[in-house]
């Protein structure tokens, strides 16, 4: 990346948002160990719309999880924000996630007692962001962005498995964190509902925020401005459109 001037000053390149050094992970199976992912280095700067694709079983999710601090590396380190993860605690992490990043979960993870409304103001009540107010303001805003403004009060299991994942990119985006990850964000949308989401995601990215997603979807893969293609956990392309 190259250097850039601003006010007559010459600004080195901006430091990775995230950077992740050498990262295997093993899983024990029975009395053997298998490897998931094998010495895995990448770096994504601020700005950057990622997608990660490969077939079932790459890899994909794992990594993931090592990027959200959901698991940890059997080797490597993982950095964030200039965090390294691989060596904060769990009370820790929770809080990082809950402030720093958003997550679109591959199967949702709404809270079924809750009403979609109070799901999405959840993250801002555990991170103590905004007031109640601006909570039920902001919560209203995001899913009005996602087409669920009329189903707000509504609980998950009144509506569709597409609506409770566009409920679930509402939420990622609570706290207005400037990175979020999302597992198969448009899985479960229609043709239609998959673009709509995808252009909220551009949108987020316009804004400054930096998305990075694993998907199955080559053709919206090709519509990022970045593919990391990954098999039998290796990097096999790492490509700028």
């Known amino acids: 990346m190259s250097d850039t001037i601003d006010r007559g000053l ?4 901006r430091p990775p948002l995230i950077d992740i050094r050498n990262v295997t992970k093993r899983f024990p199976v029975g009395d053997q160990e298998v490897t998931v992912l094998h010495n895995i280095s990448f770096q994504v700067h601020p700005g950057e719309f ?7 079983g790459s890899g994909k999710s794992t990594l993931l999880n090592m990027l959200t601090g959901v698991d940890r590396p059997s080797e490597g380190d993982v950095f ?5 993860l691989t060596h904060m605690g769990e009370n820790d992490l929770a809080l990082w996630r809950r402030r720093e990043i958003g997550i679109v979960f591959q199967f949702f993870n709404l809270v079924p007692g809750l009403s979609l409304a109070q799901n999405v103001r959840l993250p801002m009540e555990l991170a103590n962001t905004y007031d ?3 909570r039920r303001a902001r919560a209203t805003a995001l899913l009005g962005r996602v087409g ?7 609980l998950p299991s009144r509506v569709s498995g597409g609506d409770q994942q566009r409920a679930a990119i509402a939420r990622s985006d609570a706290n207005d ?10 899985g479960r949308q229609d043709p239609r509902s998959a673009l709509a989401c995808f252009a909220l995601f551009e949108e987020w990215v316009r804004t400054g925020k930096t998305f990075l997603m694993v998907t199955h979807s080559r053709e919206l893969a090709a519509r990022t401005g970045r593919t990391i293609e990954i098999a039998d956990g290796r990097i096999i392309r790492d490509e700028v459109h």
């Open 148 to 154: 669920l403004a009329e189903r707000a009060d509504w």
């Open 177 to 186: 964190p400037p990175l979020i990850f999302g597992d198969e964000p448009t």
């Open 10 to 13: 010459v600004l080195g390149p």
């Open 132 to 134: 109640d107010v601006g």
């Open 50 to 56: 990622v997608a990660i694709v490969g077939q079932s």
């Open 80 to 84: 964030i924000g200039g965090r390294q």
